[in-house]
């Protein structure tokens, strides 16, 4: 099902044939809005619908009971006042930063591993694959409580090597590790699509390597990230996206509160407390846009850069 | 004639007006809502917060309502107390609330001003045998929105064990908070790591009112603005600020892992100073034989601040369709004395003369009531429902007292943060 991101742009070349134009276009395109009516219904009603409800929300002081009244740019203003929301954007901008690319380093790390050929790769395969199916359970959140908890298999595990942090739960300074922790845990997701594009490349370019004597590392640096950088500029927009959106988690383990001391709250925790406990939907629909903005913005952000790193097989350098 | 191509829409016609049949079928019921009979009983939705034990207790309850109302199911449902509010309100915002519901007084305004309760004075329900000074407390500008089940006081728990086995003498309760302070700093020094002198009380909000109380200050003024200063927050906050990091005081790091449960009853720490209610919570969480109450540290020998609240009330949404089988499932769970028997003191002391005269006391349950008539004659008036957003209120306190026990932020910044929510706050629901 999985198809990893084409490594060459052949296909879009202009060169390709024009779709052949005919009577019978009209009808194919009656029939394809048909078919697509069911799903075309239920993005307008429940993703389009909601969403354009919320924009007009997040310029109102809304508090679910009364109507809403129209404040202009206040929440957006207060935002940046608000010492809890700075907080929430630390919070989700060092997870994203430091969360993201160990995620990926260890997906691709994995992928490395697993492409060789071995007896027994397929369950390994699954195996490590496991992982993110269930990450993002509840069940999995309440487990990783328990083994970060005080006198918990963590604790003791690195007690027994004579560090002494005692359970990573309570203290502010350990909770994003720990939750980056359990991200890093799933990163059977990427590895999959890394596994995909590793498979894409071509053995001969090695073996030519081998030949002229380069090393695992030259390898790696002059053919594997160069061959394999669409799929890793795929992965990295995915998992920073994803990244943003962290909150079942974080919800879980700090019991819905954000703590301890404010360490766990991320920006969505922060959005659903401020719209669910303290009936300020305005504030929390304006906060939900400017992480829309701010999403946008660094994946455009990542879009122009990759244009120096990323590297197609049909382009000429 | 029926063909293929009109086949869909005459299916879907006549789905439609047979929907919009039923639909009138319930307008046209009477304004008691819908009624069940014993064939075909009406199911109502009742949902309240608590542990295991009070689900154990309210799923008995409900089994003998049934079994004495054969018209009637209830379907029960239940949660703990942070999450709680958090489904009232999706819930609330969908137009789904339950038929009935089990209620704090924190968030009647919230609701109550908001019309989503319904007003109980227009349904059927007993209030003959409550205390005329205790039901104000349910009503919000001459309409009556929730029923107090019982009744409730701030106390200091201790364990009493706990005590003797590290030789320390069990308090009486006539302490000052210095005296209180003395006393926690000693339990800490000899607990040695495994046993500490309590949890920050000047955490808890409604201890924070009692203290006001103490020194003849309103928490709330009747405008609904905030009745003390930031110096007053400064001066609490200060009260015990030489115990925060010391063994006196169990840290929030501790606290923290063993949320949801308290650290009072996780036995680690000796005392705890919240509502007398908890008893029966404390008593199956911890395990131990025995807890006893004193009354709250002051340093006005005659004003100890002490008030009864209700512990909790019965509410019903102003959206059920069975307004009949609401109240009378109310009716039954703040009078009947047999819900009395189940609950006993673990809501609170029964509200009602009736159910409180049904019901046999003895061993933890007697110092519940017994405590209660003991503080008899420092009592106040019950406090008015607190303004809107007050729950949120609330929460902020604990958070920004746990963050003062973390060492995050000083005395002053601690109240700073919490007044700028809190007029924040008032001015978005003025």
């Given amino acids: 099902m999985t198809q990893s991101p084409t490594l060459s742009r052949r296909s879009a070349s202009p060169s390709a044939p024009a779709p052949r134009k005919s009577k ?21 009603a429940l993703t389009v619908g909601p969403m354009v409800s919320s924009l007009y929300l997040s310029f109102t002081n809304y508090n679910l009971f009364e109507p809403p009244k129209w ?106 590790p720990m939750m980056i922790l359990l991200t890093v845990w799933q990163f059977g997701a990427p590895m999959v699509i890394f596994l995909a594009g590793l498979k894409q490349i071509p053995a001969d370019l ?41 909150f079942n988690s974080a919800y879980i383990i700090s019991n819905g509160e954000g703590g301890p001391a404010g360490s766990t709250l991320f920006y969505t925790l922060y959005l659903y407390l401020r ?24 994946t455009l952000v990542i879009f122009k850069t990759s244009k120096s790193w990323v590297h197609y097989s049909g382009d000429a350098k | 004639m029926i063909n293929r191509r009109n086949f869909l829409t005459t299916v879907a016609i006549g789905t439609a007006s047979a929907a919009a049949l039923a639909a009138c079928g319930t307008g046209s019921s009477t304004t008691a809502g819908e009624t069940g009979s014993a064939e075909s009983p009406v199911t109502i939705n009742y949902t309240w917060w608590g542990n295991d034990d009070r689900a154990t207790r309210t799923r008995k309850a409900i089994e ?86 019982s009744t409730n006081a701030f106390a200091v728990y201790y364990n009493p064990e706990k005590l003797a086995s590290l030789g320390i003498a069990e308090p009486d309760g006539s302490w000052n908070y210095k005296e209180f302070n003395a006393f926690l700093t000693e339990v800490g020094a000899k607990g040695n790591g495994a046993l500490f002198g309590g949890t920050d009380y000047t955490g808890v909000w409604w201890m924070f009112n009692v203290w006001l109380r103490q020194n003849n200050i309103e928490a709330f003024t009747e405008d609904g603005k905030l009745g003390f200063t930031k110096d007053d927050l400064k001066k609490w906050w200060n009260l015990n600020s030489d115990l925060r990091g010391t063994p006196a005081l169990i ?56 008030f009864l609240k209700p ?5 019903a949404s102003a959206k059920t369709k069975y307004k009949d089988a609401a109240a009378r499932f109310i009716d039954f769970m703040v009078n009947d004395p047999e ?40 009592l106040k008036d019950a406090p008015e429902p607190p303004i809107v957003g007050f729950g949120t209120l609330e929460a902020s306190f604990k958070r920004i007292s746990s963050d003062l026990n973390f060492g995050k932020v000083t005395v002053d910044g601690a109240a700073d943060a919490w007044f700028k929510e809190a007029e924040d706050l008032i001015k978005q629901n003025a």
Avoid: C
């Fill in chain 2, 251 to 306: 840290s929030e790091e501790r606290a923290t892992q063993l949320a949801p449960k308290s650290p009072f009853g996780s036995n680690v720490t000796a005392t705890e100073v919240t509502w007398d209610n908890f008893m029966a919570g404390y008593l199956a969480d911890s395990g131990a034989k025995e807890l006893k109450l004193v009354p709250v540290p002051s340093d006005d020998k005659d004003n100890l601040g002490l």
């Fill in chain 1, 275 to 298: 719209g669910f406990s303290d009936f300020r939907m305005g504030y929390a629909s304006a906060m939900a846009w400017l992480l829309l903005i701010v999403v946008g913005i660094i």
């Fill in chain 2, 339 to 378: 819900v009395g028997q189940i609950f006993k003191t673990s809501r609170g002391v029964p509200a009602s003369k009736t159910q409180r005269d049904g019901t046999t006391f003895e061993g933890t349950d007697k110092l519940v009531v017994d405590y209660e008539k003991s503080i008899e004659k420092y």
């Fill in chain 1, 24 to 44: 019978r276009s009209g009808a194919d395109a009656r029939a394809g809005y048909t078919f697509l009516l069911p799903w075309l219904l239920g993005f307008i």
């Fill in chain 2, 64 to 149: 003998l309502f049934e079994a004495k109302n054969k018209d009637i199911k209830v379907n029960g449902n239940f949660t703990d107390f942070a999450g709680y509010w958090q489904k009232r309100a999706t819930e609330a915002a969908g137009g789904g609330l339950p038929d009935v519901m089990q209620w704090d007084l924190s968030y009647l305004r919230d609701y109550g001003q908001r019309n989503q309760l319904l007003d109980l004075s227009t349904v059927k329900i007993n209030t003959d045998a409550f205390e005329k000074s205790l039901l104000p407390s349910g009503q919000i500008k001459g309409k009556t929105y929730g029923i107090p089940t």
């Fill in chain 1, 206 to 246: 090695y073996e030519a390597a081998s030949m002229d004597g380069a090393g695992p590392i030259r390898k790696f640096l002059n053919i594997t990230w160069p061959m394999l950088s669409p799929v890793v500029f795929f992965n990295l927009l995915m998992e920073t996206i994803h990244a943003f959106q962290i």
């Fill in chain 1, 71 to 176: 404040i202009g740019l206040d929440n957006y203003t207060t935002l940046f006042q608000d010492e809890r929301f700075l907080q929430s954007v630390g919070v989700t901008t060092s997870y994203v930063v430091f969360g993201t690319p160990l995620k990926l380093a260890a997906a691709l790390a994995i992928a490395m591993l697993l492409n060789s050929a071995r007896k027994g790769q397929g369950f390994y395969r699954s195996a490590f694959y496991a992982p993110s199916l269930i990450g993002a359970s509840v069940s999995i959140a309440i487990v990783w409580k328990a083994m970060f908890g005080d006198s918990g298999p963590v604790d003791q595990g690195l007690s027994f090597f004579g560090i002494n942090l005692g359970g990573w739960v309570g203290n502010p300074d350990m909770t994003i």
């Fill in chain 2, 311 to 315: 512990s909790m009330l019965m509410v």
